[in-house]
C-alpha cells in the first residue's frame, strides 16, 4: 500500500556530508511517523532519525544526534536525512521506514524501502 524509496547514498571522506531522499507514495501521510534505520551486515538493525508527518516533531538516535537532521518537503512527499560530519562508524545501509506511530525498535514500523549504501572512508 505504500512504497519507500531511498536515494543519495554513495562515498564520502569522513567529515563529509550526505542527504538521503525517501520518496513516498501510495497514501497519505499525514498522521505518519517516518524514520531512518541503519544497518551493517550481522548486525541489529539501528534507530537514526524519526519525523512525525503532520507536526514536524523530530527525534534521534543518540549515535547521530547533533550531527544528523531529518526533515520533510510535504509537497514532494519526501523525507530527508541530511547527514554531516560523517565518520566511519556511520557506514551501513541506510532505510526509510514509515509507521503510524513513533517507535524506536525497526519490528514495529510497517513500511520499509528497498536501502541506499551510505560508505565513509578515511
Known amino acids: 500500500q505504500v512504497q519507500l524509496v531511498e536515494s543519495g547514498g554513495g562515498l564520502v571522506q569522513t567529515g563529509g556530508s550526505l542527504r538521503l531522499s525517501c520518496s513516498a507514495s501510495?497514501?497519505?501521510?499525514?498522521?505518519?511517523?517516518m524514520a531512518w534505520f541503519r544497518q551493517v551486515p550481522g548486525k541489529e538493525r539501528e534507530f537514526a532519525a524519526a519525523?512525525?508527518?503532520?507536526?514536524?516533531?523530530?527525534y534521534y538516535g543518540n549515535s547521530v544526534k547533533g550531527r544528523f537532521t531529518i526533515s520533510r518537503d510535504n509537497a514532494k512527499n519526501t523525507v530527508y536525512l541530511q547527514m554531516n560530519s560523517l565518520k566511519p562508524e556511520d557506514t551501513a545501509v541506510y532505510y526509510c521506514?514509515?509507521?503510524?506511530?513513533?517507535?524506536?525498535?525497526?519490528?514495529?514500523?510497517?513500511?520499509w524501502g528497498q536501502g541506499t549504501q551510505v560508505t565513509v572512508s578515511s
Open positions: 501510495g497514501r497519505a501521510f499525514d498522521g505518519y511517523v
Open positions: 521506514a514509515a509507521n503510524q506511530f513513533y517507535r524506536v525498535e525497526a519490528a514495529a514500523y510497517d513500511y
Open positions: 519525523i512525525r508527518w503532520t507536526s514536524g516533531n523530530t
